[in-house]
């Protein structure tokens, strides 16, 4: 039974990379429409397949939204075809349209109830994953002033937001689109950048959520943090520095060539909005580590508790990635 399980979770991650490399491949929106529905189709199964108590409301909410926003999309694609004289109001509701299905402002109220109710690795599956598709038909939307509007806004919303939040999930979710917002912002400096911190991105992402997993943390005060040993707790502060773009951790790098390249086009309030949203955001990944942190040193002074942690690869490859990004 576990063999066929496996199986078909395998099939549907398949089709899931299919429908991605589909609209990749596509040179029309059309076709890229299409992908973007393969790759719904997929992925609520994959998220069905690990069932908790809230998986279930979670998987309607996110089949809801993605619908609507598909419909939206469609429709203002095919009325373009047709009212020429409309053409840049429904370019603005295709553009939004867009946008809802990915959760950015004013639109991000639906991702934190549904990362809520997934597991771990589909919560990866929907912060990076799903978002590849969008990005390509952002590539085709002429509409930077908008864009840029908006991503600056959903910045800082979504960085506010994770300051008074204590479910990991919820962290991750506004981790997640404060990300997003820059890299959309990317899409005007340079394509190459846009790669480079999608992958840095995704790598953090995986190895903070497998930790989660493995730890089984759900919220930032938990009684069995005191069941982690020294090396977990530098695992996890190395993997929220690296995540908060602290140098000279692997998140630092891609965030400072943008940073940069902003610079060289003159797009002042926008770097300034990108580092003032990254303070906020570290304050809230350094929340989860020193909470752990402290209640760890009290602990061991009057314990010799020790367990044995099998997670030294991924210290290793924290370290070195820098090294190996500069390269």
Known sequence: MKNVFFIQKLLFFFMMMLSILFSASSNSFLGIWMGLEMNLSAIIPIFLMNQNGKTEKSVLIFF?????????????????????NLMKMLYTIMFLSIFLKMGMFPFYFWVPKVMEGLSWMNCFLLSTVQKIIPLLLIFT????????????????????????????RKIMTFSSLNHLSIMILTIFFSKKLLKLYFVVYSIMTFMAMFFFKKKNMNYIFQSFFFNMS?????????LMLSMSGTPPFIGFFPKMMIVLKALEMNLFISVNMILLSNVMTTFFYLRICFSSLFLKSSFMK????????????FILLTLISPFILMF
Do not use: R
């Open 64 to 84: 809801l939204i993605q619908s609507i926003s598909s419909i939206f999309m469609f429709l203002s694609f095919f009325m373009s075809m047709a009212l020429f």
């Open 302 to 313: 009057t314990t010799n508790f020790y367990k044995k942690d099998e997670e030294g690869i």
């Open 230 to 238: 020294k090396i977990s707790i530098f695992l996890l502060l190395v």
């Open 141 to 168: 939307l002429n509409m930077n002033k908008l864009i840029i509007f908006l991503s600056v806004f959903n910045m800082i919303i979504c960085s506010m937001n994770g300051i008074n939040q204590f479910s990991l």
